[in-house]
């Protein structure tokens, strides 16, 4: 039985739950954890902030925290520096690959988009421009909320999780817009009114992406991880019988993300060249 059958079963409210009790909403699940784990969001996002030099390691600091929240709602046990820190080192090429992406990609978006709403009142015309920036920051927003998480979670070249994390914004469309709400109502009050900017350097960091991540990453077990962990199972040649009763409404779905499931190859004991381990 694969390590990891099981673990990532989103349709119960935590681990070793009957898969037959009642059932909470996630909106108040995540409340819930959010109550468990507010101290340690504190912790959390004062230790982001520390490792948060400008351009160079925004990206590695964001995996690390992304790491510690996955597995936050996961409610898996965790060492708070020790694991960060593993997990900022461990993912310090794609982070930084990422991070520099991220920055350049909003920035670029982000100073159009200001230019063309500046000048909207030259001609009738700018809205158009205007309307394909706001469509961009949006997609933008949308892809972060994956691109982190997944590199993260998979063994994937930063040109898929780019492509995954494009398809997972349209796919994922209905829970990226609740995501970006509650962010949104999160940043208005630091951009009106200054006190509220204490709340940021707490805890508002670690407490947007725990949001994003919470909702996100189902979509990654669903569509990426529980698709390989079949293949896996059928390569070893294992009777997936047991698993019937739990996958019985993701059959009848086609897998979206070819380029790591059904065509992703298991890596061969005798072939050490770098990193195998598909899912973290």
């Not at 189902?218 to 390569?235: D, G, N, S, T």
């Amino acid at each position: 039985m694969s390590l990891l059958g099981g673990l990532f079963n989103y349709s119960k409210p935590g681990p070793g739950v009957d898969k037959n009790g009642p059932k909470k909403k996630r909106f108040f699940y995540f409340l819930e954890l959010f109550g468990r784990k507010f101290w340690k969001l504190l912790e959390l996002n004062l230790l982001y902030l520390l490792c948060c030099i400008p351009v160079v390691t925004i990206g590695p600091a964001t995996c690390g925290l992304v790491y510690i929240l996955r597995n936050f709602a996961n409610e898996k046990p965790v060492f708070m520096v020790s694991d960060f820190f593993d997990a900022f080192k461990s993912n310090f090429k794609q982070g930084f690959v990422l991070g520099l992406l991220d920055i350049l990609s909003s920035g670029i978006v982000g100073i159009a988009l200001l230019w063309y709403i500046a000048n909207q009142g030259l001609s009738i015309a700018m809205a158009i421009p205007l309307g394909v920036c706001i469509g961009a920051e949006v997609l933008l927003m949308f892809m972060r909320f994956y691109t982190y998480l997944m590199a993260v979670t998979v063994e994937l070249p930063i040109k898929h999780i780019l492509k995954n994390s494009f398809i997972f914004s349209f796919l994922g469309l209905k829970t990226n817009f609740i995501s970006a709400f509650w962010v949104i109502l999160l940043v208005i009050p630091v951009l009106w009114f200054w006190p509220w900017l204490l709340f940021f350097i707490l805890i508002g960091f670690s407490t947007m992406w725990f949001i994003t991540t919470f909702n996100s990453y189902p979509y990654i077990v669903k569509y990426i991880i529980e698709p390989h962990e079949q293949q896996m199972r059928a390569l070893r040649g294992e009777d997936d019988d047991e698993y019937d009763d739990d996958d019985d409404e993701e059959d009848d779905d086609e897998p979206i993300f070819t380029d790591i499931g059904s065509q992703e190859k298991p890596a061969m004991p005798e072939k050490k060249t770098g990193k195998q381990k598909i899912i973290r």
